[in-house]
């Protein structure tokens, strides 16, 4: 599943929000969409499942305008986990994930046997086959976050739409979501707001200020002291993870001199 935009703009009623975007997501591929709060992440990524239409541009799954394609149809080749997703109602776990199922039923068809095996086995991947009666107000954010991604998973889309998955989750669990997430091997479209996960846990970044798509490539040549500096407003240090030894980025703010400017061991 390829995922192409081109030259996408947006607006909500007369104010500009994103301008003359491209960005592509192959088969298989983890692509991390980084950027300012207000830059226009989370606008761009519901361009793509047509929450918002954009003012200009093409936006093509598959290699179809999502324009010409149903609700249905998009559902099946792109799945959302989007921020603070969670249900009006308190349904239980196996509940929320049987929605995934949607796409593939007729109107008021009910959930078939092959359907249940694909539940199952999207319980499993996050391993909650033991929460499958429990209501989702029981759980953990964490916990949540997964039933979401295993409902993500039932969907059986080939593309994957996640919007800063790991928001108000602890280090443990936001570290846990990415590692299930990588270890699915499906193309990946992931907004996030820490450059040290998106390094981590994605192949390529696209970085967004200010409504455009300043940067696009691998982690360690996007991420630059001097694009995070301009972009973020913070000073960055390129370090290597003394576990994983990729990329480990080390910020302080603009004003503050390196310790060494500062008489280091004075």
């Known amino acids: 599943m390829r ?8 607006r909500l009623g007369p104010v500009p929000i994103v301008a003359d975007c491209d960005l592509t997501v ?32 093409s936006i093509a799954l598959a290699g179809d305008d999502v324009r010409t394609l149903s609700q249905r149809e998009i559902a099946r080749r792109a799945a959302l986990v989007a921020q603070d997703n969670n249900p009006d109602f308190d349904f239980t776990v196996e509940e929320v994930v049987a929605m995934g199922r949607g796409p593939w039923l007729r109107a008021f068809e009910a959930t078939s ?13 996050v391993r909650l086959t033991d929460y499958r009666t429990r209501r989702l107000s029981t ?4 916990e949540r976050q997964r039933v979401l991604v295993a409902r993500a998973l039932a969907q059986e889309s080939p593309l994957l739409l996640l919007d800063e998955p ?21 193309a990946t479209l992931c907004v996030l707001h820490d450059l040290n996960l998106a390094a981590t846990y994605c192949d390529r970044l ?19 002291p001097e694009l995070v500096r301009t972009v973020f407003g913070v000073t960055c240090t390129h370090l290597t993870h003394p576990t994983t030894g990729g990329l480990l980025l080390a910020f302080s703010p603009r004003h503050v001199a390196p310790v060494s400017a500062l008489g280091r061991g004075r």
């Open 166 to 186: 790991t928001n108000h989750l602890d280090v443990h669990a936001g570290l846990e979501l990415l590692e299930l997430v990588r270890d699915l091997g499906r």
């Open 113 to 125: 046997g092959r359907d249940g095996d694909t539940i199952g086995r999207a319980l499993e991947r």
């Open 139 to 142: 759980l953990s954010g964490g």
């Open 206 to 224: 696209y970085v967004l200020h200010r409504g455009r798509i300043v940067a696009g490539g691998p982690p360690a040549e996007v991420l630059s």
């Open 3 to 10: 995922l192409s935009l081109h030259d996408v703009s947006v």
């Open 26 to 57: 192959d088969d298989g591929e983890r692509v991390g969409l980084v950027g300012p709060n207000g830059s226009g992440k989370t606008s761009l990524l519901r361009t793509i499942y047509r929450a918002i239409d954009p003012f200009a541009g």
